[in-house]
Structure formats: C-alpha cells, structure tokens
C-alpha cells in the first residue's frame, strides 16, 4: 500500500487559475518543415515533415535507432534542427526555452525533472502548477506567498483528479507502481493547461494493465479535445489507440497514415521484422 503523507492541504475555495482558449478540432497546431538534425556525419532525421491537429492523438514509431527521440526533440524544441523548422501554433519553437513554450500550450513529461519520491503526489504535481504561476522560476517554487500557493494546489489537485490518482493524492509518490508514476508525469504535464501534450515511450517498462489504463487516459484526454504526439516502438501500443501513425527508419519518414494502413504496409513490415529489432 502507498505510503500517506500530507503535508500541504487544498484549500477548495482558492481562485482557478485562467484557462487558455483551445484550439478548434483540426486545426493545424504542430507543424515539422523538412527538419533534418546531423549529429557530425550521422544524420539522425533526414528531412522529416509531420503535422498534428487539435485534438488528435499522432504516434511516431520505429525501430530502435531510427531517430525517433531526436524528432521529439526538435519538436518540443529542446533541441535545434540543422536545417529546416518546427512551429508550434504558427510559431517558430527553435531559440525558445521550455517555460515559454509551455506557456505556448505544448507540454511534455519532464524526463529531467525526476519525481520527488518522499513527496506527495500532490507536491510533485504541483510542481508542474508552478508554470502556470506568475512567479519567476521554479527555485521560487517554495517560496511563493499563500495565496499563489493555494491557487497552484488546487490546480494540481484538479489534474490529480482528472488523470484518476484522487485517491493517491496525499500518497509519498515514491510509494506509487511505476504506471501511476507515469500518469503522475501526465499529471504534472497537464499542469500547464497545454493543447498538445508530448510523451516519448510512455509505455516503456509497464504491465499489460498498466499500459491499457495509460492508453485509456489518452482516450479520455482525447475526448476532452487535447491533442497528443506520442513516440512509441511498441507498436502494438499505438495501434488500437491512434489516429493516425508516422513511421521513421534510419531517420527518415517511410510511411504516414490510419493504423490499419500502417500495420499492412510493406515498408513498414519490413522495418519491423527485417530490422534491428
Ligand atoms: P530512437 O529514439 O528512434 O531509438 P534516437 O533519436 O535516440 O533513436 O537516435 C537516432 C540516432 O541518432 C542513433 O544512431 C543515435 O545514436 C544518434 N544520436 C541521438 N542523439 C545523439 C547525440 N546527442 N549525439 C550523437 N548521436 C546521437
Ligand atoms: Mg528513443
């Protein structure tokens, strides 16, 4: 059983934070331009262009070594590609810092903030509230007045719920099975009130249960109209959850459409089996 710890309470009649307008169903929101990235003479994307629509849920698979994580990289703008360019919501994401580009809408799991594991759930959430704040950096994140404090809890609590860890929300985070960590993560991502929520491998590591309840997560956020990249290489993962799949090998695109499409095209049978797998 998670271990319980509370240290900070909700306090339910603090003021919402404001919400951002989404954008309307199908309209373009993410956009790659013949993006190519070369690490010295490897060229780990080659020219790859994708696009993501509001509201729906784009997987980008792959075999092992097909640049999968460095496309995500250019995309969420934490990396720069060589050549070409990525715009987010018409804009151009290269030369923009993750707090901006958060606020933007686009909003991933945080591999480089690593979970608090003696803090609550609450807490660890509610580091993700912090960017919503009008409060400088997260180093103020403890050190921020009452009334800021309790507005980024019952944000955090609000997300906690919505992602359906309630019940664990004054549980040590630490204490949690690895698939509630992951929607943890989802959790503080949600934090920023994002249009586009980026995952890479969210998968990775977890039981059948726990990736059917992270694919039924994806579903609802889904319905609530959020849009979602998600890189995968499990592609049996992806392919009862997405709308529509992009298929990279040795950096480049091969094949783009429906789920059942991709799981009969040839290319992509043959990456997969022919492969490094
Ligand atoms: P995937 O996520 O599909 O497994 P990656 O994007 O991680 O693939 O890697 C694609 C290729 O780029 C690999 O050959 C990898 O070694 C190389 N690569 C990725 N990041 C770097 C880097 N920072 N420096 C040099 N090579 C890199
Ligand atoms: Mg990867």
Redesign the pocket.
Known sequence: MPVRVEHKHIDASAEALPRRTPPKAGELILEARNVTRK??G?V?NNNMSLQVKAGEILALI?P????????FNQLSGVDTPTSGEVLFMGQPVAGKDSRDIARMGMSRTFQHVKLLPTMSVLENVAIGAHLRGDKGVMASAWRMDRAEEARLLKEAARQIERVGLGEFMHAEAGSLALGQQRILEIARALCADPCLLLLDEPAAGLRHKEKQALGDLLRKLRSEGLATLI?E?DMDFVMNLVDRVVV?EF?QKIAEGLPDEIQKDPAVLEAYLGGVE
């Open positions: 690490f010295g490897l780990a792959g092992n070594g097909a640049g999968k994580s460095t496309m890189v290489h990279m950096g």
